[in-house]
């Protein structure tokens, strides 16, 4: 079987899926622009072969890298990034060289726009926030005045908080359409609520072989005002957002893949979307979950998810037993210019025999993700807001 993965050096704990495909006797093929002599001592061991491309933003250079594999080692099986960024690169490459396990072109804009993933959510009868596609002022007035202020605006393809507003009042919405950015735009009612991501990884019949919830604060917020991030991998999923997530892949026809569905828990009843505790889809994202998070899920419920997905590929079985005992696994990062009562001496004495991850983030991930982060495994929910309060207190 040949597995063809796109930037395998980013992030950085992706040497795992390779690692895990390795041993179960894949030819991992990497392509990226990272040099070679620059990859991490696991990674070079997985790789059946690398191919730097100087750009993964040319296409022509990774369709030449694609096309030198599969000279040199037959049909290619699978190409994927298991990034949001290379999603629809790795759909048109799937679509050139006829991979069928993954999302191809022609399906490739309900996993990327949100206007057309409302639709799909609203067509399988799963609650979901009224949107309006931003056109004219009068358009977004009208569309106000049905639902109330405040609104989201936030384009309608994008991940995280990049260029995302909460406008209050009719003054602020007429100034975003003074201002209109030149890509699409969809503008949706605001939902008083916790994000809660539904995570698995799919069989070829859609069926989940392994499921998470993971809490998330709102990362508009954690953007725009400069807030350190906090987020934790839950113990257990709740029967509804299981129910929910699995109905939403049956309503995308996504299989076998790492996805990150999130969803609203409502801490306020809302006409239309359900009562307090219920949850409301918000949006997809057909890759793991950001950052380190496939780690916490592992750390989490005692697993590896990076072995389960590669014996998904390799099987179509989860292949690894449910855990008898799962925890709250707890990231809390600090950012430059802020105040923080402990120092890391203080931390690491106090958390370093639950402490599993703590380093220094990517540049890159500063204003999301912190300069340094902590990831903690715990037992309670209180022990885990006692972790975030210690890290992070001022």
Same mark, same amino acid.
């Given at each position: 079987?040949?597995?063809?993965?796109?930037?395998?050096?980013?992030?950085?704990?992706?040497?795992? *899926? !390779?690692?895990?495909?390795?041993?179960?006797?894949?030819?991992?093929?990497?392509?990226?622009?990272?040099?070679?002599?620059?990859?991490?001592?696991?990674?070079?061991? $997985?790789?059946?072969?690398? %191919?730097?491309?100087?750009? @993964?933003?040319?296409?022509?250079?990774?369709?030449?890298?694609?096309?030198?594999?599969?000279?040199?080692?037959?049909?290619?099986?699978?190409?994927?990034?298991?990034?949001?960024?290379? =999603?629809?690169?790795?759909?048109? /490459?799937?679509?050139?060289?006829?991979?069928?396990?993954?999302?191809?072109?022609?399906?490739?804009?309900?996993?990327?726009?949100?206007? /057309?993933?409302?639709?799909?959510? =609203?067509?399988?009868?799963?609650?979901?926030?009224?949107?309006?596609?931003? &056109?004219?002022?009068? $358009?977004?007035? $009208? *569309?106000?005045?049905?639902?109330?202020?405040? @609104?989201? #605006?936030?384009?309608?393809?994008?991940?995280?908080?990049?260029?995302?507003?909460?406008?209050?009042?009719?003054?602020?919405?007429?100034? *975003? %359409?003074?201002?209109?950015?030149? #890509?699409?735009?969809?503008?949706?009612?605001?939902?008083?609520?916790?994000?809660?991501?539904?995570?698995?990884?799919?069989?070829?019949? !859609?069926?989940?072989?392994?499921?998470?919830?993971?809490?998330?604060?709102?990362?508009?917020?954690?953007?725009?005002?400069? @807030?350190?991030?906090? %987020?934790?991998? !839950?113990?257990?999923?709740?029967?509804?957002?299981?129910? /929910?997530?699995?109905?939403?892949?049956?309503?995308?026809?996504?299989?076998?893949?790492?996805?990150?569905?999130?969803?609203?828990?409502?801490?306020?009843?809302?006409?239309?979307?359900?009562?307090?505790?219920?949850?409301?889809?918000?949006?997809?994202?057909?890759?793991?979950?950001?950052?380190?998070?496939?780690?916490?899920?592992?750390?989490?419920?005692?697993?590896? #998810?990076?072995?389960? %997905?590669?014996?998904? #590929?390799? +099987?179509?079985?989860?292949?690894?037993?449910?855990?008898?005992?799962?925890?709250?696994?707890?990231?809390? &990062?600090?950012?430059?210019?802020?105040?923080? $009562?402990?120092?890391?001496?203080?931390?690491?004495?106090?958390?370093?025999?639950?402490?599993?991850?703590?380093?220094?983030?990517?540049?890159?991930?500063?204003?999301?993700?912190?300069?340094?982060?902590?990831?903690?495994? /715990?037992?309670?929910?209180?022990?885990?807001?006692?972790?975030?309060? *210690?890290?992070? +207190?001022?």
């Amino acid at each position: 079987m040949n597995f063809v993965f796109i930037s395998p050096h980013f992030p950085h704990t992706y040497w795992q *899926f !390779c690692d895990r495909l390795h041993r179960n006797g894949v030819n991992v093929l990497g392509i990226g622009d990272a040099p070679y002599d620059g990859l991490e001592a696991p990674l070079k061991a $997985a790789l059946t072969e690398y %191919y730097r491309v100087d750009s @993964l933003e040319d296409y022509d250079q990774v369709y030449r890298a694609v096309a030198f594999f599969a000279f040199r080692y037959g049909k290619i099986d699978w190409i994927e990034s298991m990034n949001e960024y290379w =999603l629809e690169q790795d759909a048109r /490459l799937r679509t050139d060289f006829n991979v069928t396990t993954g999302i191809r072109s022609d399906r490739i804009r309900f996993i990327k726009e949100k206007s /057309l993933m409302k639709q799909l959510f =609203l067509d399988a009868g799963i609650p979901t926030a009224r949107q309006h596609v931003v &056109s004219t002022v009068e $358009a977004g007035l $009208a *569309f106000a005045e049905t639902v109330g202020y405040p @609104l989201i #605006v936030k384009p309608n393809i994008g991940v995280g908080a990049t260029d995302t507003w909460k406008l209050h009042n009719d003054a602020e919405l007429r100034e *975003f %359409y003074g201002h209109l950015p030149k #890509v699409p735009y969809v503008m949706e009612e605001f939902i008083e609520g916790d994000i809660c991501s539904y995570d698995a990884i799919l069989d070829s019949r !859609c069926e989940p072989l392994f499921e998470s919830m993971t809490w998330w604060p709102p990362v508009m917020d954690i953007v725009n005002k400069d @807030l350190d991030l906090k %987020y934790y991998t !839950c113990p257990e999923v709740p029967e509804q957002l299981r129910t /929910l997530g699995r109905k939403t892949v049956k309503a995308f026809g996504v299989d076998r893949r790492f996805v990150h569905l999130e969803f609203f828990r409502l801490t306020k009843g809302r006409k239309g979307l359900g009562k307090k505790g219920d949850f409301a889809a918000l949006e997809v994202n057909m890759r793991p979950a950001g950052g380190y998070t496939p780690d916490m899920m592992d750390f989490a419920h005692s697993t590896d #998810v990076y072995q389960i %997905y590669a014996n998904m #590929v390799t +099987g179509d079985t989860r292949g690894l037993p449910e855990a008898e005992k799962h925890y709250y696994c707890v990231y809390a &990062s600090r950012k430059d210019g802020h105040s923080y $009562a402990h120092t890391h001496e203080e931390i690491m004495a106090a958390y370093g025999s639950r402490m599993m991850m703590q380093e220094e983030m990517p540049p890159m991930n500063w204003p999301q993700m912190g300069r340094y982060m902590y990831t903690a495994r /715990l037992e309670t929910f209180e022990e885990a807001q006692a972790f975030i309060d *210690f890290v992070q +207190g001022a």
